[in-house]
């Protein structure tokens, strides 16, 4: 079945620092990739996304790269900022031939210090 | 406008009650969904609407039931829930229901079963 992993959390960084948060799927076919992230006590928000190999997302600051050779969308930001905790989600559609349902991982908790 | 709205943002029911979740949007989208949310985890598909006929119903217990009223109305009703029914209701919405096609969530409707 489809599945994504993200890496396990939580991540706690300072101010200006980097940001990687891995995230690899498995699917039987070509999904789309979306980066979800949830601030807390709301709902979703759609971070950026990609649909096919090689597109490249962008949104904020924050960027992820569709690598079908290594089934990847690895989530990165050159800077990050306290506003930016949060909790990530990785996800994948793909179309089943009757529906496309989103597959979350499990998401993953960063906590940025001033 | 990307704009979904649920009401009510927070709801606290006893375990003999009836209430209705409401979710809305007029983005002309015509695939809706609920999700259901526990803390620390991602969210969990439970009912697809496509052109408002009901596609997909994750198994979920009858005491919950999904009503589509119109392509921009989802309500969601509740009777003799449990309090592990307690969690974060997520509604979303989405152009169609192909891979490349974002989903769109609402905020969320808190509900506290006692």
């Known amino acids: 079945g489809n599945s994504v992993t993200q890496m396990e959390g939580p991540v706690t960084l300072s101010e200006e620092a980097f940001l990687t948060i891995n995230c690899t799927y498995t699917a039987t076919g070509y999904p789309s990739l979306f980066w979800y992230v949830q601030y807390p006590g709301e709902g979703l928000q759609l971070l950026l996304k990609?649909?096919?190999?090689?597109d490249k997302g962008s949104n904020k600051g924050f960027e992820a790269t569709y690598r079908k050779e290594t089934t990847s969308f690895h989530l990165e930001k050159g800077s990050v900022q306290v506003s930016d905790s949060a909790v990530y989600f990785c996800?994948?559609?793909?179309?089943?031939?009757?529906?496309?349902?989103?597959?979350f991982g499990k998401g993953i908790t960063l906590s940025v210090r001033p | 406008d990307t704009e979904v709205t649920q009401t009510p943002k927070h709801l606290v029911m006893g375990m003999t009650n009836k209430k209705s979740l409401k979710c809305e949007q007029h983005m002309g989208h015509r695939a809706m969904y609920w999700y259901k949310q526990k803390a620390k985890k991602p969210p969990e598909l439970m009912f697809v609407?496509?052109?408002?006929?009901?596609?997909i119903n994750e198994s979920v217990p009858s005491r919950f039931s999904p009503e589509c009223p119109n392509s921009s109305l989802l309500n969601l009703h509740l009777h003799a829930l449990q309090p592990e029914d307690s969690a974060l209701y997520l509604c979303?919405?989405?152009?169609?229901?192909?891979?490349?096609?974002?989903?769109?969530f609402g905020p969320g409707t808190r509900l506290l079963v006692l």
């Open positions: 990609a649909t096919k190999a090689d």
């Open positions: 979303a919405s989405s152009q169609g229901d192909l891979h490349q096609e974002t989903q769109y």
């Open positions: 996800a994948l559609r793909l179309y089943t031939g009757a529906n496309s349902k989103l597959t």
């Open positions: 609407y496509s052109y408002e006929k009901l596609s």
